[in-house]
């Protein structure tokens, strides 16, 4: 047996744990993820407006803007929990899975859905309270999106923090395959 023997269990479990995307390629598939959802929210925006009779964009904002967040919480808990993947998170071979590298359960998905709010949420809420509109808003969202992806530098496994709260990880989909149910 040679010395290196005893450590073998270790460097199989390390092997067997794939590493978080870079978080440039994870900032790619957002960018791409922000790009493919204006045809879904535009989309979804006129199916409200016509089966509302809204006439007006001021006129049902608030009720919009909840149809909205529904709409894309449903995209992205059904994405999640179909294997993994959205179609920007395809483009880029990420995957999300949950900690124990298993199928993310739609109740999981959903809580992630929420917590990812946390990319917006603090730079909405700063914007709102400093009476802020127009560019100064944008400008302090990219501030905000970009200081939320730096603090991933500060988790163990460099996972967002909305990751670790709700028990999920992204992965690199090229190293952790989606896992095969057994079939009858």
């Not at 010395?3 to 460097?11: F, I, R, S």
């Not at 709260?165 to 095969?180: E, S």
């Amino acid at each position: 047996m040679t010395p290196a023997a005893p450590d073998a269990p270790h460097t199989l479990a390390a092997a067997a744990t794939p590493q978080a995307p870079s978080l440039t390629r994870r900032l790619a598939a957002f960018v791409y993820e922000g790009v493919l959802l204006f045809g879904v929210l535009m989309i979804a925006g006129f199916v409200y407006s016509v089966s509302t009779g809204m006439r007006h964009a001021l006129q049902g904002q608030a009720g919009l803007q909840a149809f909205l967040f529904v709409v894309l919480g449903l995209y992205f808990t059904w994405f999640w929990t179909h294997g993994g993947q959205t179609v920007a998170m395809k483009a880029w071979h990420v995957r999300l899975v949950d900690a124990q590298g298993q199928p993310v359960r739609p109740a999981r998905a959903a809580l992630r859905y929420v917590l990812s709010w946390l990319w917006f949420a603090p730079a909405l809420l700063a914007a709102h309270l400093a009476g802020l509109h127009g560019g100064s808003v944008y400008g302090l969202l990219m501030v905000g999106v970009l200081a939320y992806a730096a603090l991933s530098r500060l988790h163990p496994g460099r996972q967002f923090w909305h990751d670790a709260v709700c028990g999920t990880r992204l992965v690199d989909a090229r190293q952790h395959p989606v896992p095969r149910t057994a079939t009858p």
